[in-house]
């Protein structure tokens, strides 16, 4: 290349170099919630992978010369597209759900290794921090191309075309890409943008190394290809998560992150903490002659008050694709008009209630997909002051988590201290009856319903001591009602 006579071409690898780590980051952050959950930890895991291969790649850079290497003259293009090439080579299976299934389904769970922490800083070692690496070293060999002349003024250019990218993949890869054309088609882009700096790079236009990135690129747009997400039962796979619809017999699933999330069939059969929800909170008032006012948080498949056509529904998600989903493929029917669904943050939604001054009779809580993928700023005793502030005098609160059902893990125990520190008397259900109180092992789940009833200016009663008793006083007094009518 000539020196300053390709300016805007080097801008432009420039930009799209900015845009490849930042999407990459971010796809990867998106691409492992199914296998390794959400969480602040495993999200830092991640950043860390690029920010300091980044930083490495700016140095190692910047310290290359063009030399000979075992007799073969290793130019400034030719270190530019092996390190291109080399990164596509990693990123193919590393942002490919198929590879990735076997990566943490199969090949660690058969090594062993089954902590979420393992899991995702394996992943992000092999997969994001060396292709970030290759790729930080472009700034710095770029720069060479341009003229020293005015050296501050092209490092504020570069630094101003890397940053736009970098924006461009943290703001225009989420919101618009994932959103419109789904996360497996953003990863396609990804290649495709790889390829094109390749071909930009060369002198010849049909030389090796064109036709090796194509042909990569080709495998990449197949593997995540709406074929291979169909073969998957894949109905989309956006932003937020990825969702597929399994039949088993009469029964239709929707699964989330690979969660089983819903389940409908033509008999109106759910899944039993959904009846037990619906038997519990809806079916005393499903008939009620003044409709009441229910809070549906994590929406599902919409399953849940589903034929009740007689109180009036709030629904919340994040997830804009859910409705039509479940009205599609699950429900095979439109919600009733007395239900509305809501895209919105569960605790914006809540802030904004308690500013228009809007409570409910019956708020259901189903926003924990299980496993691992727990939001973290719903299990938080100021999150569950907001449910409680949200709550009509005499409202009902019904939960499903999923949690030990004997309290043999650290996270179930602090789950419920939690919620008992702002509803101390709170009933805990496990269904099927599965409490395993002689089971120790930690790792054994079930869906949990905690159930709260709202009373305003509640008495919280007191504990009874040797020296203070006042059990004769506060025992029920008329016996008929304490023992039941014979």
């Known amino acids: 290349m000539k020196k300053d006579s390709l300016s805007p071409l080097l801008y432009i690898i420039i930009l799209i170099e900015g845009y490849i780590v930042l999407s990459t980051e971010l796809l990867a952050i998106r691409q492992t919630i199914p296998f390794v959950g959400t969480g602040t930890d495993t999200v830092s895991i991640i950043i860390a992978a690029v920010l300091m291969p980044l930083a490495i790649g700016y140095y190692t850079g910047g310290r290359f010369r063009p030399c000979k290497i075992y007799g073969n003259y290793i130019s400034l293009r030719k270190k530019l597209t092996f390190n291109l090439i080399l990164s596509t080579v990693i990123l193919l299976p590393g942002m490919s759900l198929v590879f990735m299934e076997w990566f943490f389904q199969n090949l660690l769970v058969d090594m062993g290794i089954t902590s979420r922490i393992v899991q995702t800083s394996l992943y992000a070692t092999f997969f994001v921090a060396i292709p970030v690496y290759f790729l930080g070293q472009t700034i710095p060999l770029v720069s060479n191309y341009f003229t020293k002349t005015k050296l501050s003024e092209i490092t504020g250019r570069m630094l101003f075309f890397s940053t736009l990218g970098s924006f461009l993949g943290a703001v225009f890869s989420t919101l618009v890409l994932m959103a419109t054309i789904g996360v497996h088609h953003t990863v396609s882009l990804t290649f495709v943008l790889l390829s094109i700096v390749v071909i930009l790079l060369q002198r010849r236009k049909l030389s090796e190394p064109v036709f090796l990135s194509l042909s990569l690129t080709v495998i990449g747009l197949f593997l995540n290809s709406n074929h291979v997400m169909s073969d998957k039962s894949i109905v989309y796979n956006n932003q937020y998560q990825m969702a597929q619809i399994l039949h088993k017999g009469e029964e239709r699933h929707l699964l989330l992150n690979s969660n089983w999330s819903?389940?409908?069939?033509?008999?109106?059969?759910?899944?039993?903490?959904?009846?037990?929800?619906?038997?519990?909170?809806?079916?005393?008032?499903?008939?009620?002659?003044?409709?009441?006012?229910?809070?549906?948080i994590g929406a599902g498949a919409f399953t849940l008050g589903f034929e009740d056509e007689n109180n009036n529904y709030i629904y919340i998600d994040i997830d804009?694709?859910?409705?039509?989903?479940?009205?599609?493929?699950?429900?095979?029917?439109?919600?009733?008009?007395?239900?509305?669904?809501?895209?919105?943050?569960?605790?914006?939604?809540?802030?904004?209630?308690?500013?228009?001054?809007?409570?409910?009779?019956?708020?259901?809580?189903?926003a924990y997909l299980g496993g691992a993928s727990i939001p973290e700023h719903l299990v938080t005793q100021e999150f569950f002051i907001q449910i409680k502030d949200s709550m009509k005098n005499g409202g009902i609160l019904i939960t499903n988590f999923i949690a030990s059902p004997n309290f043999a893990d650290r996270m179930s125990r602090s789950i419920d201290n939690t919620i008992r520190s702002v509803m101390p008397h709170v009933s805990r259900v496990v269904m099927n009856e599965k409490l395993l109180p002689f089971n120790d092992d930690a790792n054994i789940m079930a869906n949990v319903s905690y159930i709260y009833r709202h009373q305003e200016d509640y008495d919280l009663g007191v504990i009874y001591t040797d020296d203070k008793n006042t059990v004769y006083m506060d025992k029920p007094q008329n016996m008929l009602n304490a023992f039941g009518k014979k």
């Open 262 to 296: 819903s389940m409908y069939d033509d008999y109106g059969r759910k899944y039993p903490y959904i009846e037990f929800a619906e038997r519990q909170g809806i079916d005393p008032i499903r008939n009620s002659e003044t409709p009441r006012d229910i809070l549906v």
């Open 320 to 366: 804009p694709d859910l409705l039509k989903t479940a009205e599609k493929y699950i429900l095979k029917d439109k919600l009733k008009k007395n239900k509305t669904f809501l895209v919105e943050e569960a605790r914006a939604f809540l802030t904004r209630s308690k500013r228009e001054g809007k409570k409910f009779d019956v708020i259901f809580l189903d």
